[in-house]
């Protein structure tokens, strides 16, 4: 079983709808998560950065880390054309020893 | 754009020539860090500076070479490259290293061996 499992899609919405992205692991010693969005062609850009279970919002994205469950999400409210694009999940070990380590990412399509 | 800039952004060689990566970054980040990004994939790290000191080195070929002139400035120096190591190669830094603290990464170099 893989540290980070995420779906990698492709997840095809039509505009103005929300998305759910999603990530499990099983690794109890992830405490940090992150959310990259990447362009074709591009870097990843970093999008949100939590530590404590519950949700954290920045304008239309909102993530949730269920820490018991071992689940984080990205929701995206208000979908646009401009977000499609491929979401990685990263988490680090609470003393960061190991580094991050990716989900393999979600290709994410807006329909207009 | 990208605090951590990356430059070519695109890079062809042949299998003999000897090139050279380059990655800088003005934040004030002490850890810097060597990615290689196949399509479709997620990244995968190479090697980790800390503090201008090669910290990891993810059992990467020889014929790449890492270095850190500075705080500021990474280098990856290619020479004898196979078609398989033709990928995105991505430049990230953070604060710190092996700490909690996110990575910010470059738009990468794309390159291409013939």
């Known amino acids: 079983q893989k540290e980070v499992e995420q779906d990698p899609g492709p997840l095809s919405v039509p505009e103005g709808a929300i998305v759910s992205l999603n990530c499990t692991y099983s690794?109890?010693?992830?405490?940090?998560f992150m959310w990259y969005r990447q362009y074709s062609r591009k870097g990843p850009e970093l999008l949100m950065y939590?530590?404590?279970?519950g949700n954290k919002e920045d304008g239309r994205f909102t993530a949730q880390v269920d820490k018991s469950s071992k689940y984080i999400s990205l929701f995206i409210r208000d979908s646009q054309p401009s977000d499609s694009a491929t979401y990685l999940c990263?988490?680090?070990?609470?003393?960061?020893?190991?580094?991050?380590?990716f989900g393999k990412g979600t290709h994410l399509i807006i329909q207009p | 754009d990208t605090e951590v800039t990356q430059t070519p952004k695109h890079l062809v060689m042949g299998m003999t020539n000897k090139k050279s990566l380059k990655c800088e970054q003005h934040?004030?980040?002490?850890?810097m860090y060597w990615y290689k990004q196949k399509a479709k994939k997620p990244p995968e790290l190479m090697f980790v500076?800390?503090?201008?000191?090669?910290?990891i080195n993810e059992s990467v070929p020889s014929r790449f070479s890492p270095e850190c002139p500075n705080s500021s400035l990474l280098n990856l120096h290619l020479h004898a490259l196979q078609p398989e190591d033709s990928a995105l190669y991505l430049c990230?830094?953070?604060?710190?290293?092996?700490?909690?603290?996110?990575?910010?990464f470059g738009d990468g170099t794309r390159l291409s061996i013939l």
């Open positions: 990230a830094s953070s604060l710190q290293a092996f700490s909690n603290q996110p990575q910010h």
């Open positions: 690794n109890s010693a992830f405490q940090y």
């Open positions: 939590t530590y404590s279970s």
């Open positions: 990263a988490m680090i070990g609470g003393g960061g020893a190991d580094g991050l380590t």
């Open positions: 934040m004030g980040h002490r850890a």
């Open positions: 500076y800390s503090y201008e000191k090669l910290s």
